[in-house]
């Protein structure tokens, strides 16, 4: 085992807070995580500038997180619960609708999310995440994208609907630079073209 799974193997695992007031200091703590690893970026979060965020004292901060990698784990698993949930929503509208509608769908879910939750990229970029977990996560969002295709009117042709998943969540990959590109009326366009882009193609496909 190499030195980087085995220091994550013995460090201790976050405290759950059991009453009111510790659940609302932890929760104040992730959101204060949530904004300076969106600024800095992960690699320069530091946990003194979390806890001087959320007006709490380092001290406190250790108590739940005693390190800077649970905190984001943490957070970073909360924030794919969100998205999951988000995209699952869409399954409970997707009846009678097409497959550049669907898209559209989830195009649109995750760009918004994307921009609401700013923590989410320099989460999932870490390089001491682990490997296995975000293929995992990788596997789920894929998965919950290609239920949704399959349920599409008229059916996709057998296989497509995880092939379109798959564009999709590579499409994400534009969006996310897009994003960061402070030209917002460019952004905008752009992000609209490659909406157009995926409907009038899944349009064709679809028949």
Same mark, same amino acid.
């Given at each position: 085992m190499d030195s980087q799974k085995s220091s994550k193997a013995t460090t201790p695992a976050p405290?759950?807070?059991?009453?009111?007031? &510790?659940?609302? +200091?932890?929760?104040?703590l992730l959101a204060a995580g949530a904004e300076v690893f969106a600024e800095s970026g992960y690699d320069a979060a530091t946990m003194t500038g979390i806890a001087a965020r959320a007006g709490a004292s380092i001290g406190s901060l250790y108590q739940f997180?005693?390190?800077?990698?649970?905190?984001?784990?943490?957070?970073?698993?909360?924030?794919? &619960?969100?998205?999951?949930?988000?995209? &699952?929503?869409? +399954?409970?509208?997707?009846? &009678?609708?097409?497959?550049?509608?669907?898209?559209?769908?989830?195009?649109?879910?995750?760009?918004?999310?994307?921009?609401?939750?700013p923590a989410f990229v320099p989460l999932a970029d870490r390089r001491d995440i682990d490997k296995d977990r975000k293929a995992k996560t990788r596997a789920q969002l894929r998965q919950r994208i290609t239920d949704l295709m399959s349920h599409a009117v008229p059916p996709l042709p057998p296989g497509k609907a995880e092939v379109v998943a798959t564009v999709i969540l590579q499409l994400?990959?534009?969006?996310?630079?897009?994003?960061?590109?402070?030209?917002?009326?460019?952004?905008?366009?752009?992000?609209?073209?490659?909406?157009?882009?995926? +409907?009038?193609?899944?349009e064709k496909v679809s028949g």
């Amino acid at each position: 085992m190499d030195s980087q799974k085995s220091s994550k193997a013995t460090t201790p695992a976050p405290r759950k807070p059991q009453r009111k007031r &510790g659940k609302e +200091r932890v929760s104040a703590l992730l959101a204060a995580g949530a904004e300076v690893f969106a600024e800095s970026g992960y690699d320069a979060a530091t946990m003194t500038g979390i806890a001087a965020r959320a007006g709490a004292s380092i001290g406190s901060l250790y108590q739940f997180f005693p390190t800077k990698y649970l905190l984001a784990e943490t957070l970073h698993a909360e924030q794919i &619960g969100v998205l999951l949930e988000r995209l &699952g929503e869409l +399954r409970t509208k997707a009846e &009678g609708k097409s497959a550049a509608d669907l898209a559209d769908d989830v195009f649109q879910t995750l760009t918004a999310f994307l921009e609401s939750h700013p923590a989410f990229v320099p989460l999932a970029d870490r390089r001491d995440i682990d490997k296995d977990r975000k293929a995992k996560t990788r596997a789920q969002l894929r998965q919950r994208i290609t239920d949704l295709m399959s349920h599409a009117v008229p059916p996709l042709p057998p296989g497509k609907a995880e092939v379109v998943a798959t564009v999709i969540l590579q499409l994400m990959r534009s969006v996310i630079a897009l994003l960061n590109d402070r030209e917002q009326p460019l952004r905008d366009a752009v992000l609209a073209e490659l909406r157009v882009m995926l +409907r009038n193609h899944l349009e064709k496909v679809s028949g």
